[in-house]
């Protein structure tokens, strides 16, 4: 394709976010809650400069690469500029439809456009994730060294430029994905019929997390189905500029659950809870499935709104421990939740919950960006592990499965005793429940 061709597909694609991108009145109030600006201090890495940046595609002014690219690709996605905007600027929608122009228009060498579609593939899929895990771990195993996986191949295969270090990792990950039983049954009189949705990392990395959920939401009187078929939820696909083949996902998840005829669909990873909830604008306007992805997204709930208000009767055991509570974007900025996890945590008996410094602002995980953009992601992840230590807790909390991760490794490579963990984890210990996990919480 032609450059002069490319430029004018590029601003037909951006042309038709023009209505979304005049929204933005340049006030700047957006500025200092956005992480990458923070630590850059530059205007084009800032929300207000991205949007300009698109805009001038839009209206056949810049070209979408080089410098624009980079700008953009630098963005994580984080949403934080839109809590800040005062004129409810949608920027993950511009963001998010822009990253899908640029993937289908070919933007990037190909080496790095099929590195990416392979990873896509390898990340949404329970099989497959394991399997990279065990030989992304084999060094380490064969070394007898602690777990870790090497960033720098998968950054490499991303675009980026793999200098980002290794993940540490709790545990080896098992070969075979943790299943979770199709159906539980509420333990006494069943107030729920709950659909869960089961993750693609989840039962890979945090299998734990899957079954306090189960247990917690058994215990507090739900019927937990998980119902066969269910697949990812399309999050990294819509976050990354694969609009289409997240729509087919959320197409296949929404006949799955229909058909479970839950009363409500519980999440409890932030960026899935998050997608599901937006399914709808995966459709064109006007389209039944846009219609029918709404109907579907009333019933989504993340596990904290479904739990704050049934731990509020519930017999729970005192947990004598200092917890902070990092917000995972996804969920603050995302689906609006800060206070139901805060509630379920300080419902807790003997549970002290102290506050943590830019809880809000991103850890740097932002679902493959700390591989794609390992230098920001680190400089991020330096300073919540520098804002947790702060706090003189012991457990961070945090709703989502990248940033424990992200955060867990920070920590052990910082040679804190922090642990992080899912505030779910926390619950089903005040609720006596069993947990697995080598971070897993004790009772003191
Ligand atoms: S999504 Fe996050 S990183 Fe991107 S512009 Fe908004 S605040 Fe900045
Ligand atoms: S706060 Fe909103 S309107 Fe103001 S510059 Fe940022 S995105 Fe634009």
């Not at 960033?151 to 295969?157: A, D, F, K, L, Q």
């Not at 980026?160 to 070969?175: I, K, Q």
């Not at 659909?195 to 945090?206: D, H, K, R, S, Y």
């Not at 929404?254 to 599901?276: H, L, P, R």
């Amino acid at each position: 394709m032609t450059e002069s061709r490319k430029g004018r597909d590029d601003q037909t694609a951006l042309a038709r976010l023009t209505d979304e991108l005049v929204e933005c009145i340049h006030c700047g109030l957006c500025l200092e809650a956005c992480p990458t600006y923070v630590e850059l201090n530059r205007e084009e890495d800032s929300p207000r400069g991205r949007i300009y940046l698109m805009r001038s595609v839009a209206e056949g002014r810049a070209a979408l690469d080089g410098s624009v690219l980079h700008h953009l690709d630098v963005c994580l996605g984080c949403r934080a500029c839109e809590t800040a905007c005062p004129s409810d600027v949608k920027y993950g929608f511009l963001l998010e439809h822009t990253r899908t122009h640029i993937e289908e228009a070919s933007h990037r060498p190909v080496w790095q456009r099929l590195g990416r579609r392979l990873l896509m593939e390898v990340f949404t899929h329970s099989a497959t994730m394991a399997l990279a895990m065990f030989f992304a771990t084999l060094p380490s195993r064969l070394l007898r060294r602690p777990p870790s996986a090497p960033g720098g191949i998968v950054s490499r295969i991303m675009g980026g430029h793999g200098d980002g270090g290794d993940l540490r990792l709790e545990r080896f990950p098992s070969l075979r994905p943790s299943r979770l039983p199709r159906l539980t049954p509420a333990a006494g009189e069943k107030k729920l019929r709950v659909g869960l949705l089961e993750g693609c990392v989840m039962p890979v990395l945090f299998p734990e997390v899957n079954l306090a959920t189960v247990r917690v939401l058994s215990k507090l009187g739900c019927e937990v189905v998980v119902p066969p078929g269910q697949g990812c939820c399309g999050a990294l696909h819509v976050h990354n500029g694969y609009g289409r083949q997240a729509a087919r996902m959320a197409l296949r998840n929404m006949a799955v659950f229909e058909a479970a005829q839950c009363d409500v669909i519980v999440v409890n990873s932030a960026g899935c809870g998050s997608t599901m909830k937006e399914y709808a604008g995966l459709f064109p306007e006007g389209s039944p499935e846009r219609e029918r992805a709404a109907a579907f997204s009333v019933k989504v709930r993340d596990i904290s709104e479904v739990i704050a208000g049934l731990l509020e009767q519930a017999d729970l055991k005192p947990v004598e421990m200092t917890v902070t509570y990092h917000d995972a974007c996804h969920l603050a900025h995302g689906q609006k939740i800060r206070s139901e996890p805060r509630r379920m945590l300080s419902a807790i008996p003997g549970l002290k919950l102290v506050d943590l410094p830019e809880s809000d602002h991103c850890c740097g995980s932002a679902g493959v960006y700390s591989f794609t953009q390992p230098d920001m992601a680190v400089r991020l992840l330096k300073r919540k592990v520098a804002n947790i230590e702060s706090t003189g807790a012991e457990v961070v909390a945090t709703g989502n499965p990248g940033c424990q991760m992200w955060i867990r490794s920070g920590l052990k490579l910082e040679g804190s005793s922090v642990r992080a963990l899912h505030p779910i984890e926390i619950v089903d210990l005040a609720l006596d429940g069993a947990t697995t996990s080598g971070d897993s919480p004790s009772r003191h």
